[in-house]
Nanobody
Framework: QVQLVDSGGGLVQPGGSLRLSCAAS????????IGWFRQAPGKEREGIAC????????YYADSVKGRFTISKDHAKNTVYLQMDSLKPDDTGIYYC????????WGQGTQVTVSS
């Protein structure tokens, strides 16, 4: 059984930054790909980033490419999503998942980008 705990959301002004964390237990980061999804109000859940289990290769959706960075800390069994140059369209609930296709889910963390 894998448990994922998301954290790090909050209220930030446009152009600001946040770092989300996804702490995993019940498995190591070498066993699953880990991804981040987000769901904006009134929209479908969107996969935005994924990191591989072996070589740390990454994937980003076009909507966040160049602004968001996914990374791992194996010692802490935690995956991070660094979000820079945030826009109001980035507002939503952010979930981490393992594997990236979505089986185990975190509880979600709210990100609000507003002035």
């Amino acid at each position: 059984q894998v448990q994922l705990v998301d954290s790090g959301g909050g209220l930030v002004q446009p152009g600001g930054s946040l770092r989300l964390s996804c702490a995993a237990s019940g498995s190591t980061l070498d066993e699953y790909t880990i991804g981040w999804f987000r769901q904006a109000p009134g929209k479908e859940r969107e996969g935005i980033a994924c990191i591989s289990k072996n070589d740390d290769s990454t994937y980003y959706a076009d909507s966040v490419k160049g602004r968001f960075t996914i990374s791992k800390d194996h010692a802490k069994n935690t995956v991070y999503l660094q979000m820079d140059s945030l826009k109001p369209d980035d507002t939503g609930i952010y979930y981490c998942t393992a594997p990236c296709s979505g089986y185990y889910w975190g509880q979600g963390t709210q990100v609000t980008v507003s002035s």
